[in-house]
Every structure is written in structure tokens, then in C-alpha cells.
């Protein structure tokens, strides 16, 4: 029986590169990112979706049109006239990379306002995907509808995988962005958060008190995510692993490697493997990504790794 992976967010335009002022055009976003290598890792009987809007205009065309060849379901995205996918920049200075955001008439930050249609697109759906950023892009009305629809989603049958993906120039205050993340937690079975990230808004002393603060407001399974640095995997069940990441052989540009771990770890938990291994297996999807320019490799640079 086919499985169903539904992934909610924004996908936006890329340019990456930069050398010389030459950029690359292509097609990312956290959330299409993790749909991208569930895609290439989920075991053959699971279908992934991805869930989102987009404009009417040439560009929201070309990316459906890549989404679909990705092998990636477009039939649940919404068409918003007049408006556009949010674009963003990257660019390399000593040794990180920084983004530039235009998202002001990203058709994404609309996606909740049609329930009905956002209803329809998680029926069925095994595994419902989302992240931090698919919260903060929506007006604080259009956040409970998505809440309600993933708790719907939930109550019916499916597992629900949240990635806290704290961005906080997206949020009109840390104590608005904390808040509203709490909250989308505790509607989620699997919270992949990043130490870093965390700690700064939380004030969380270490990856432990990450995972624990998770795991009482009811998570189920958290892999704390932080860098180069080992990921701690805690279940509710009373796992506490340190899962260290292979030495990179090289690192190119770091963009999408926490999405990729994500994708890789629920392809590996969907394929049986236990938290522990599966995080092993998202440490080498991620170690492959972070060796290529941009967020999305070719699907057969990770599968198999």
C-alpha cells in the first residue's frame, strides 16, 4: 500500500554562486529541500508531496515545472494572481554564507487562507512535514489554520515532523517566534530542532536541555541537529545517543544541510532503521550536500550513501 509524505511551506527562487557577479538560478526552500531527499529516500512505496502557492507569473510556472520533474506532487499547490515566489541570494564571506531575502509578494505567505484547499491537500497524507519558516511567513490568523489543519492531519492517522527552523528576522519578536514554535511543537510526533539556534531564544545551556524541553510538551522523538558537532538523538522511550558526523571531505557551501539531514533521517526511520541509525544515515546525506553548491544535489549523489 502506497504511503503518503506531505511537505508544507515556501519555495522560492535561488541565486547562488556569486563568483564574479555570476549567479545560478534554481528552485529551493527548506521545506520543498527535506520533500527534494525524502523523495530520493523514502522507500519505493511512499509518494511525496509538496504543498504551498505560488503566482501566476512565469517563474512560479518554471518551478512547478521543476517540482513536477523532481517526481514531486504539484496537484495541491495553490495559484495566488498577482503574486510571486520570494527569491533569495547567497553569498560566501569568510568562510559562512549569508542570504538576502525578497519575499514581499510571496504568494507562499497565503497558502492558509484557503482552508478548504489546505484541508484537501493532507488528507491521506502518512507523514505531514512543516517547519518554523512555513509558520513565520503566515499572518498570525493564518498560523492557527495551519495548526488546525496538521492537528486534523494528525488526529486521522498521520505522523506530523516539525523542524523549529528559527529565523528571527521573520518574526516580529523573539517572544512572538518562541511562543508560536512552542506551540507548533506540541501538535508534532518528531521535532528536529538546531542547538544553535535554540539556545539563543530558549536559553537552553546545552543540546540535552533542547531535547528535554521537547520531549514535556509531548514529543515523541527529537534529533537535535548542531553543526559539525554530534546530534543527540532522545526519544520518549528514554534513548540519549550522541551521534557524531563523518569528517567532511570537503565543504562547499553548507546551504540545505540541515534540510537534508532531515530528509535523510525520515527516509532512513520510514525504511525501519531506529532513531540512532537513522541519524547516522542523515549525517552522511548531509556530508554529501554540504560537498555541492546550493541546496539541492542530484538525487543519486545520497541515495545509497
Given at each position: 500500500m502506497?504511503?503518503?509524505?506531505?511537505s508544507i511551506g515556501e519555495a522560492m527562487i535561488e541565486m547562488s554562486g556569486g563568483e564574479g557577479g555570476m549567479y545560478r538560478l534554481g528552485y529551493a526552500g527548506d521545506t520543498l529541500?527535506?520533500?527534494?531527499?525524502?523523495?530520493?529516500l523514502l522507500p519505493e512505496d511512499w509518494t511525496v508531496d509538496y504543498v504551498t502557492a505560488l503566482g501566476d507569473d512565469m517563474y512560479s510556472a518554471q518551478m512547478r515545472a521543476f517540482i513536477d520533474k523532481a517526481g514531486i506532487g504539484t496537484g495541491r499547490i495553490q495559484t495566488i494572481a498577482g503574486r510571486r515566489p520570494g527569491l533569495y541570494m547567497i553569498h560566501q564571506e569568510k568562510g559562512d554564507r549569508h542570504f538576502t531575502y525578497w519575499r514581499g509578494q510571496s504568494a507562499a505567505k497565503l497558502l492558509a487562507d484557503d482552508v478548504e484547499a489546505l484541508?484537501?491537500?493532507v488528507v491521506g497524507a502518512d507523514t505531514v512535514y512543516f517547519s518554523g519558516i512555513s509558520m513565520a511567513i503566515l499572518a498570525p490568523r493564518a498560523r492557527g489554520k495551519l495548526m488546525r489543519t496538521i492537528v486534523k492531519a494528525r488526529d486521522a492517522g498521520a505522523t506530523v515532523v516539525f523542524d523549529t527552523n528559527l529565523r528571527p528576522a521573520l518574526w516580529t519578536s523573539p517572544k512572538i517566534m518562541a511562543s508560536t514554535l512552542t506551540a507548533a511543537a506540541t501538535i508534532s510526533d518528531?521535532?528536529?530542532?538546531?542547538?544553535?539556534?535554540?539556545?539563543p531564544v530558549f536559553g537552553d545551556t546545552s543540546p540535552e536541555a533542547t531535547a528535554e524541553r521537547y520531549l514535556k510538551i509531548g514529543a515523541r522523538e527529537v534529533v537535535v541537529k548542531n553543526g559539525s558537532e554530534p546530534a543527540l538523538v532522545a526519544t520518549a522511550d528514554g534513548v540519549r545517543e550522541f551521534v557524531p558526523a563523518p569528517r567532511a571531505d570537503k565543504v562547499v557551501d553548507a546551504t540545505g544541510a540541515g534540510d537534508s539531514f532531515n530528509g535523510g533521517y525520515l527516509g532512513a526511520r520510514a525504511g525501519g532503521l531506529s532513531p540512532v541509525d537513522a541519524a547516522r544515515a542523515a549525517h552522511r546525506v548531509a556530508g554529501v550536500v554540504i560537498g555541492h553548491k546550493g541546496a539541492l544535489v542530484a538525487p543519486e549523489l545520497v541515495r545509497g550513501v
Open positions: 502506497t504511503k503518503r509524505f506531505v529541500n527535506t520533500a527534494w531527499y525524502a523523495k530520493a484541508e484537501a491537500a518528531i521535532v528536529l530542532p538546531t542547538h544553535s539556534d535554540e539556545a
